[in-house]
C-alpha cells in the first residue's frame, strides 16, 4: 500500500525525535551509546542531561512539602498573632464555612458522632452532616482535592514530636532528609555505572557561563541529583554571565532560595524577574512564597496583579481560590474556581472543589451532577465513585447510591481504604445497621490503624450498647492519634464527666474548646465543673 | 430628601425642610421659645461656625428666618428666658501669674518669658488652676499668643468656663426663670434672671457638663448635675452635702428628665432609666450608638417619652415600652422638639450635612406598646433551608415514576452490601490481622505508639483487656533487612481487666538512606493457641538520618 520507504533515523537525529515523542529511557539509551562513542559531544551530553531530568520532573509550584523542622522552627513569621482573615493560622472557621453549632446538631442526638472525612482528590465526602465542611487531621477545613498543605501550622513543635507517628501521619523533619532525597536518587541506582555527571569535578563556573548547555546542567542537578547547593552554585554563575539580566535564571535562583528556605532571597530575584519579564510562573512563585511566610494578603495582591497582565489565567484564578479557600471564604473561592471552570471546563479541582461546596451546602444533587462530569472526563477512582454514591444518598437517588459505593468499595486502593470504609460505616449508620457499621469501623481501623474518625464512631456504638470501658480507650486511641480532633477530645471529655473525672474532662474540654471555640455543649460543662472546683 | 421611610403608618408629619439654610451647633445650643410680645414660639439656634468665624445668633419663624444677629464669642449652649449679661464671679488669680501677665504683657512684649514663667507656675500649682487665659496661652501657637497678649493682656481675670446652663421656676405664682449655671470650676451658680443677682451657689467635687431642674425654686427643686467624671449629683433645697445619686461605669453621653424619672445615656449604648433617688428601674440595649436624647411630651394625651436619636433613626420610649421608630435616609446631628409657632408638638429634625427640617407630631396618632429589645417569637425564625433545585424536582418526578424499580434495585444493592462488609469482616476474623480483637471469647483492644524520627524508634504497645489472662507473649514480626527490633519477643505474664498495660521497645532503622518503609506485626500469642489472640500491624515512618 505504501511504497515509501520507511526513513531510519539514527545516532542524535533518533535521540532527539524519542525525545521529542516521550519515550525518554530509549532517548537516553541512544545518548548513552553516542557519548560511549564520542564522550565530548556537547548537543548528546544536553540531550541527556534533558531526559534525565525530565524523566524526574515536578511541578516545583505544586511542591509544597514542608518539614516538621521548616514548619514550626520558622523564623520568616511575621506576625505571632495575626488578625483573623490574614493568616492561614487564623482563618475565619467561626465566620464562615465551618459553623461549629450545626456542625454538631446531629452530634447531640447520638452522643456526638465524628463526621469524617473529605480527603484526596475526589476524595470521599462525609455522609453526615450537610451543613458544614468537616476538618481534616490538620484542623484544616476540607477542601475538595487533597493537596500538600503541610506549610500550615497546627499545634506547636512540642506537640508535633510527642505525638506518635506513622506511615501515614508523619512528617519528615526536614525537607532536606531523607523521603526528599527519594525524589531524586530513586532513579539513580537505576543507572549502573554510578552518577552521569561527577558534580564534585564539574568545573561549574565553566559550564554554567556556556549558554548552550547551562539550563539542561542546572535542571539535571535541580531535579535529577536534588543537589541544591550546587544548583544554586549553577544558577548564580549562569544569572552573573548573562548580566543579571536573564530573567529565567532569577526564577531559577529563586527557587533554590524555596527549597533552601531562605524566602527573602527567593522573593527578591522573583521581583527583579518580573521587573524584566512578566510570567505566569513567576507571578506564582512569588504568591508561592508569600504564602510560605503565611501573608496570603500579599499573595492575593500578586496573584491580581498576574491577573492584570494575563486576564483569566487559570494558574492565578486557581492560587487565589486555594489561597481564600484556606483563609475560610468559601464563598469566595467557590465563585473564583467557577472562574476557573469559565476558562477552562476540564479543571478536575476546579470541579472538584465546586461540587465539594455544593454539598456541603445542602445541595447534594448538583453536587453530584459535578461529580459525573469528573466521571465522563475519564478520571475513574474508589474516591470518585464514593462520593457519586454518597451524593445520590443524600439526593435520595437510592438506586445508584449502593451500587456506586459496592463500586467505590471493590476498586478501592490501600491508600484510601480506610476512607471508604469509614464511609461504608456511615452509610450503614444512616440505613440503621447499627452492627454492619461496626464492623465496617473495625475494617476501616485494620486497613489505618489510626483511622481516627472511625475509633471515635465505633466508640460511640461501643458507648451506646453499654461498653463504656471499651469506648473510654477507643476514644482516648482517637486523641492520642489525633490531638487536633474535636469530637476525640470531646466524647472523652464527656465520659470522664459521667465517671467523675473531672480534672481530666476539664483539660479535653478546654482541648475541644481550641478546635470550636464556640461549641455551647463544652461551655456548659465546663462552667458545671468551675463550682466543684470552687469549693474546694 | 429627608422623608421618613415609612409615610402612611408614620406618626409624624413628614419633614419640611427650611430652604436655604445650613445650621452647625450642637445640641446644647438650640431651644424654642417666643422672642416678641406675640407669644409665637420661634427656633432660636446659636450658630458655632467655623473657628471663631461666622458665629451667629439666628432666629426663625416658620419656614423661614426671622432675623440674625453675630455673637462675640463661641456659644456653649442657649437658654431662652423672659428679660435679657451676666459675668460669672472671679475667683482669686495666682499672684505669680497675675505678677507674670502685668510684667511681660505690657510693651515691649515678651511671650517667650511670659511662656516659660507660665510653665514654671503651672509646674507648681497644676495646670487646672490656671485662669482659663493662661491655660489657652500655654497652648497656643507663637502668632496666637501675640494675638492673645494683644487682645487680653491688659485685663486678666479667673473667669471661669461656663459648660451648661438650665433655668427653672421662681415658684408656680411668679412666672420668672432661675437660670442655673455650672462652671469649669465645679460651681453651680443659681440667678435670678430679672436683675442677675446671685440667689445660691454650690460646689461640687467634679465639672458639671449637662443639668436637668425640676420644680421651683421658691417651694422645692431638685437639679440633677452630671459631671464629666460620669456621676449624676442630685441638688436639693437647703442641703449642703452633696453625694453622687448614679455612679455610672462607662461614660454617660446624655441626660433627660422625664416626668419623675431621670434618663441618661452611656457609651455601651444603654439607655437606663432612674428615679430621682438613682435606683435603676429599666434599661434599653441598643444596637447602636445614641447618639442625645431629647424629652417628648404630648400633654393632650397625657404622653411622655424620651426621643433616643440614632445615626438614621430616632426611637421613641418610656419607661416600659418602645413607642415609635422613625427613620431618615440622611444622618443625624440633633433634633429638638417643643412648642415651635403655635404648634405644641413639633420636632426641628438637624442633618449632619447642616439642613434643617420640621416635623409636627399628629394629633391621632396612637402608639402601639413594644418591647424594648423585639425578638421575633422562635417559631417566627426562617430556617436558612436550601432552596429546591430543579434538578431535585426531576428526580422527585422520577421517584414518583419509577418507586418500585429504584425500591427494588437498593433492597438488592443493600443485601449484596452488607454482604461484602460481612465478607470482608469474616476474612479479618479469620486471619485475626485486626488490631481489635475479634474473639467473643477474649476481647481485648490492642493500640501502637510509634515515637521518634529515627534511625531509633520507640514503640510502645498498650494493651487493654476485658479479662485477667496469663502466660502470653508480643512478638514482633518484621523485615530484618530493614529493622532491628531491641526485643522482639516479650512475655505478658498477667493482663487485669479495665487496666491498660504498656510494653515499649526500641526499633532501628538498619539503612536510612535506602528510605524503605515496611510493616511491623505486633501480636499477642499464647502457647496453646494456634491463632494469636490480636494483631496490631504497624507500617514504620521513613526514617530520618542519624545525626553525626
Known sequence: ?536 | MAKPLEVTQSKWTAPVVLQDHEIHCPSTCVTLGPLLADNESMLIIAHGGHRGVNMKLKVFQGLSQHSESSLADMPTAIMHFVNELFTVPSSVINSDEQEAWSKFAVVPVNPDKLFNKLKDICDRVSFSNLTPMSQTYLMSEREEQLALIDKFGAKIANTASITCITKMMKSMAESLDILIIGTEHCNLYFLDSQAFTLLHEVKLSSVPVSLCAYGSFDVDYRVFVQTRDSLIFSVKRDEENHQPIIVSQSMITSMVLMNKIIVYTTSDNLITFASFRGKKINTVKCKDKVKMLEPFSYTQKQLSAVIAVFEKEIRLYNDQYMLDVVQYEKPLAWVKFGLYGREDATLIVCFKDGTIAVQIFRRTAQFEKQDYNYVPPSHALKLAIPKKTKIFIDQTQRELEYGNKIHQAYQKNLFNLKFKIAENYQQLAQTATASVSTTTVLPMDISVDIHGFGPNFRMTVHLLSKQTLYDMFLSMINDPDLYEIDKPLMPVSILTPGNTYDFTTMIVCKDPEKAQNSEIRVLLVHQKRATPIVTAVIKMPFSEFPLE
Open chain 1, 1 to 536: 500500500m505504501n511504497d515509501d520507504p520507511v526513513i531510519e533515523f539514527s545516532g542524535f537525529l533518533k535521540a532527539c525525535r524519542l525525545f521529542r515523542e516521550n519515550r525518554l529511557s530509549e532517548a537516553e539509551a541512544v545518548c548513552t551509546n553516542l557519548l560511549r562513542k564520542n564522550p565530548l559531544d556537547q548537543a548528546t551530553w544536553a540531550l541527556k542531561l534533558q531526559c534525565l531530568s525530565d524523566s524526574t520532573y515536578i511541578d516545583e509550584l505544586e511542591n509544597e512539602d514542608m518539614g516538621l523542622a521548616e514548619t514550626f522552627l520558622d523564623q520568616n513569621v511575621i506576625a505571632k498573632s495575626a488578625r483573623p482573615g490574614t493568616s492561614f493560622a487564623r482563618p475565619k472557621t467561626t465566620a464562615k464555612g465551618v459553623n461549629p453549632i450545626l456542625r454538631f446538631i446531629i452530634a447531640i442526638i447520638i452522643f456526638s458522632m465524628s463526621y469524617g472525612n473529605v480527603y484526596r482528590f475526589g476524595t470521599l465526602i462525609s455522609t453526615y452532616n450537610m451543613f458544614s465542611r468537616p476538618t481534616t487531621n490538620a484542623g484544616r477545613p476540607l477542601s475538595g482535592v487533597v493537596r500538600p498543605q503541610s506549610s500550615f501550622k497546627s499545634g506547636s513543635m512540642d506537640q508535633a514530636v510527642r505525638t506518635a507517628r506513622t506511615a501515614k501521619t508523619a512528617r519528615a523533619v526536614s525537607s532536606t532528609s531523607a523521603r526528599n532525597m527519594r525524589l531524586g536518587t530513586a532513579s539513580m541506582a537505576a543507572g549502573a555505572d554510578g552518577e552521569f555527571v561527577n558534580l564534585a569535578r564539574l568545573n561549574i563556573e565553566k559550564y554554567a557561563a556556556d549558554p548552550q548547555v547551562n539550563r539542561q546542567l542546572f535542571e539535571y542537578v535541580f531535579y535529577y541529583v536534588n543537589d541544591m547547593r550546587v544548583a544554586h552554585q549553577i544558577a548564580g554563575a549562569a544569572s552573573k554571565s548573562a548580566g543579571f539580566e536573564d530573567y529565567y535564571w532569577k526564577n531559577q535562583l529563586a527557587k533554590c532560595y524555596l527549597r533552601l528556605g531562605m524566602i527573602p532571597d527567593a522573593t527578591k530575584q522573583l521581583q527583579s524577574s518580573l521587573e524584566q519579564r512578566k510570567l505566569i510562573e513567576t507571578f506564582a512563585f512569588l504568591a508561592k512564597t508569600y504564602n510560605r511566610v503565611d501573608q496570603p494578603m500579599a499573595a492575593l495582591k500578586t496573584y491580581m496583579a498576574g491577573l492584570d497582565v494575563f486576564p483569566e489565567d487559570v494558574t492565578m484564578l486557581t492560587g487565589m481560590a486555594r489561597v481564600q479557600e484556606a483563609l475560610g471564604e468559601f464563598d469566595v473561592s467557590v465563585a473564583l474556581y467557577n472562574r476557573v471552570l469559565d476558562a477552562q471546563a476540564n479543571n478536575i479541582e476546579a470541579i472538584a472543589c465546586v461540587a465539594t461546596t455544593y454539598y456541603y451546602g445542602g445541595k447534594p444533587e448538583i453536587a453530584l451532577r459535578y461529580y459525573r462530569r469528573i466521571l465522563q472526563m475519564g478520571c475513574s477512582s474508589a474516591e470518585l465513585f464514593m462520593n457519586i454514591g454518597l451524593c445520590c444518598l443524600a439526593a435520595q437517588q437510592f438506586d445508584f447510591a449502593l451500587s456506586s459505593i459496592m463500586r467505590a468499595q471493590s476498586t478501592l486502593t490501600d491508600d484510601v481504604a480506610a476512607d471508604i470504609w469509614f464511609n461504608i460505616g456511615q452509610v450503614m449508620l444512616e440505613v440503621g445497621d447499627l452492627p454492619a457499621a461496626s464492623r465496617s469501623y473495625r475494617i476501616a481501623l485494620t486497613h489505618d490503624p489510626d483511622h481516627s474518625e472511625s475509633l471515635v464512631n465505633l466508640g460511640i456504638l461501643r458507648y451506646r450498647d453499654g461498653n463504656i470501658d471499651e469506648a473510654r480507650s477507643l476514644y482516648a486511641a482517637a486523641v492520642a492519634k489525633n490531638p487536633l480532633m474535636f469530637e476525640g477530645n470531646y466524647n472523652l471529655g464527656l465520659v470522664c464527666f459521667t465517671q467523675g473525672k473531672y480534672h481530666d474532662c476539664r483539660r479535653l474540654m478546654e482541648r475541644a474548646l481550641e478546635v470550636f471555640p464556640d461549641h455551647e455543649h463544652c461551655k456548659k460543662i465546663l462552667s458545671s465543673i468551675k463550682p466543684l472546683y470552687e469549693s474546694i
